[in-house]
């Protein structure tokens, strides 16, 4: 199905288009980049859709964006996306805010019972009855000219996310959902922002098994990694790999042979970094270990398999009969910090775990408390059901 769009590719055409997007109060859009050899994905088109029309914005040839992106950040307009993680973090780069009112597709439809996190293919499939077309997936949106198919299969992507929109919002409203929404989607903003703005060695895949000096080694080298790649443009494991900054940071030695007998400083170009390497382990060990980032730990250990499996089916059918997606209301660890909250009885009560909080303590967490003390139980119902239990409230 053909789909009729404006192609903008000059900055006089951004910048009428860009007055003539300020009337309207609804915004929808999409991006295509190329995240795999930089250092941040490469932003190529912007997809945008309003109630009456569908325009693509070349980035690549219109390097003057803020007009844009300052109208997604006005207060007095909804933005709608689909799985907006990288659209929410161009727009933050560009502006230094977050978008006031964002309507994610993806999260409106988990509050209604769809899958989450769901496709946009498989939301226009079950709102719109329309089946999307897949054949530029693995497009090169840097290349130029793009054909007329690559164009129809991006404006696709924005085709149908007012109507999209219209619908979940309306059915939302109708069972008092929207403001969870806004909710989450502040909340997922707020922690891209954080990640964004913050050093993030603590995210290297093996660091919570370090301490001591290996933990400000392996800052040290990722800070000094992370540097050398925004320098050069290149994605941060094309400089060193993660596993060999955990290597070098537990072998704690700033000596040259030892850096270069670890497996993998072999190749050619690790082999050179060997001396900056050497100096960047010499300097980490001067400094003391870093604090881990700030984050409300709830008890110690683990608590009994057994009981964080029983909550999860509990909270299995909880989601069942409020019509909302489980994996949109809690992960294994959210689970698990509620159940030590819960157990200690030295918690601190003004930091109470997710469950506890918002719109998710209305949805599961005062039936877990329930259940936690006894006041519910769980029992087989129909063992041929795709939600075999129940909940009981025992008599007396």
Same mark, same amino acid.
């Given at each position: 199905m053909a789909t009729d769009f404006l192609y903008i590719r000059t900055e006089s055409a951004l910048q009428q288009f860009c007055q003539d997007l300020a009337k309207e109060s609804l915004i929808s859009f999409d991006t295509e980049f190329v995240a795999e050899d930089s250092y941040r994905p490469l932003l190529c088109l912007i997809q945008v859709a309003t109630e009456n029309q569908i325009a693509i914005i070349d980035p690549l040839e219109c390097e003057q964006l803020a007009p844009f992106w300052e109208l997604l950040v006005d207060p007095d307009r909804t933005v709608v996306v689909h799985a907006g993680r990288e659209e929410i973090l161009f727009c933050y780069r560009a502006t230094g805010k977050l978008i006031p009112n964002l309507f994610d597709i993806q999260i409106g439809a988990g509050f209604l019972g769809y899958e989450y996190p769901a496709s946009y293919g498989k939301l226009v499939q079950r709102v719109v009855g329309r089946t999307l077309d897949k054949e530029? &997936?693995?497009?090169?949106?840097?290349?130029?000219?793009? /054909?007329?198919? #690559?164009?129809?299969?991006?404006?696709?992507?924005?085709?149908? @996310?007012?109507?999209?929109?219209? /619908?979940? /919002? %309306?059915? @939302?409203?109708?069972?008092?959902? @929207? &403001?969870? @929404?806004?909710?989450? &989607? #502040?909340?997922?903003? %707020?922690?891209?922002?954080?990640?964004?703005?913050s050093e993030n060695w603590h995210r290297l895949s093996g660091v919570s098994a370090l301490s001591g000096k290996s933990l400000s080694i392996a800052r040290g080298l990722w800070n000094w990694r992370d540097a050398k790649a925004r320098q050069r443009n290149i994605p941060p494991r094309k400089i060193l790999r993660d596993d060999l900054i955990i290597e070098l940071a537990r072998r704690g030695s700033a000596d040259p042979r030892r850096v270069a007998s670890l497996r993998g400083m072999e190749y050619r170009n690790t082999r050179q970094l060997i001396p900056e390497l050497t100096d960047i382990i010499e300097e980490a060990i001067q400094h003391p270990p870093p604090n881990w980032p700030r984050k409300h730990r709830y008890g110690k250990g683990q608590p009994a398999s057994m009981l964080t499996q029983f909550l999860s089916a509990a909270m299995a059918f909880i989601c069942h009969h409020q019509h909302i997606a489980p994996m949109l209301v809690a992960t294994s660890d959210d689970l698990r910090d509620f159940v030590l909250y819960r157990l200690d009885r030295d918690a601190d009560q003004t930091h109470p775990p997710a469950l506890l909080r918002g719109w998710r303590a209305d949805i599961v967490g005062r039936d877990l408390d329930d259940l936690l003390e006894g006041k519910i139980g769980i029992v087989l119902e129909n063992p041929h059901s795709d939600i075999p239990i129940k909940f009981i409230r025992p008599h007396g």
């Open positions: 530029e &997936t693995r497009s090169d949106w840097r290349q130029r000219p793009l /054909s007329r198919q #690559q164009l129809e299969y991006a404006a696709q992507d924005v085709r149908d @996310l007012v109507r999209i929109y219209k /619908s979940l /919002s %309306e059915r @939302l409203h109708k069972h008092g959902r @929207l &403001t969870w @929404l806004m909710e989450e &989607t #502040q909340l997922k903003q %707020e922690e891209l922002s954080n990640i964004e703005s």
